[in-house]
């Protein structure tokens, strides 16, 4: 009867484990390598169209199951639904898995301003430092399907926030998509509220699709949602208190 080696049995199983390491580190690092000659061909320049970003610095890292990017003074700017935006972060990260599903984690630190243009042309900033900001983006072959934002303890001189959270979902069907935004313990000069909830969904959203393929620029798909005859439907708004369209029609 045929036998094998007490070496083989020895042997096998640290010669496997090295073999799977190795292959781990060097998909890893041809992964980094992407990733660092990607963002030099992005800096101050379009990421998707309309949009640019651009930072001071970066340094790649996440070895060996993530990448991570780890930016200073991260800005982004370019042109939204109705007019110019931006928004800057002190501290910027995102985090992305080497293998399984295509999800991206985001985090921002340290002082934030953000610009916006409303529905009406009329423009907008705050200045705000979070307790802490995160986010998170899942794609598919169609694009953007979920975008997640978190923040807890958004706060200014102006005003205050316990938690802010904004969610934006495709369907599956790709013929609306879902917006909420929720805000706790919300305190302005003119305006408070413990629990501002506001469900959106949105008809039509075929037209965003390249959007969220990054194919075309915002403006033109918010004017393309617009002339299809998009509607924008409302619930769970304490409308007697509060014009939800002040806060999520800058997106369309």
């Known amino acids: 009867m045929f036998k094998y080696s007490s070496r083989f049995w020895l042997y096998a199983p640290t010669s496997l484990f090295l073999l799977v390491a190795i292959a781990v580190m060097v998909h890893w690092q041809i992964s980094a390598t992407a990733l660092e000659k990607k963002l030099a061909s992005l800096k101050g320049k379009q ?29 982004v700017q370019g042109a939204g639904a109705h007019g110019p935006f931006t ?17 991206t984690v985001y985090e921002a630190a340290g002082r934030q301003q953000a610009s ?17 900001m995160r986010a998170s983006s899942i794609q598919d072959k169609e694009g953007l399907r979920r975008f997640d934002l978190d923040i807890a303890n958004m706060s200014d001189a102006a005003f205050t926030i316990t938690r802010f959270q904004f969610h934006m979902r495709r369907d599956p069907d790709g013929q609306s998509l879902d917006l ?24 039509k959203a075929g037209a ?7 194919e075309i620029p915002w403006p033109q798909a918010a004017a393309r949602w617009r002339a299809e005859g998009g509607q924008a439907t409302f619930s769970q708004v304490d409308a007697a208190r509060f014009a939800p369209d002040t806060l999520l029609s800058p997106l369309y």
């Open 116 to 132: 916006w243009t409303d529905a009406k042309g009329g423009a907008h900033s705050v200045a705000f430092l979070p307790g802490s």
């Open 208 to 214: 965003f699709a390249p959007l969220l393929r990054a």
């Open 47 to 75: 990421a998707i169209p309309g949009v640019t970003i651009d930072w001071s610095a970066v340094e790649v890292g996440g070895f060996p199951f993530r990448l991570d990017g780890r930016f200073t003074n991260f800005r």
């Open 180 to 203: 909420m935004l929720k805000a706790d313990k919300l305190k302005t000069p003119g305006f408070s509220a413990d629990n501002l909830q506001i469900y959106t969904t949105l008809s």
């Open 87 to 103: 928004w800057t972060a002190e501290k910027f990260a995102f985090h992305a898995l080497t293998y399984g599903r295509s999800q």
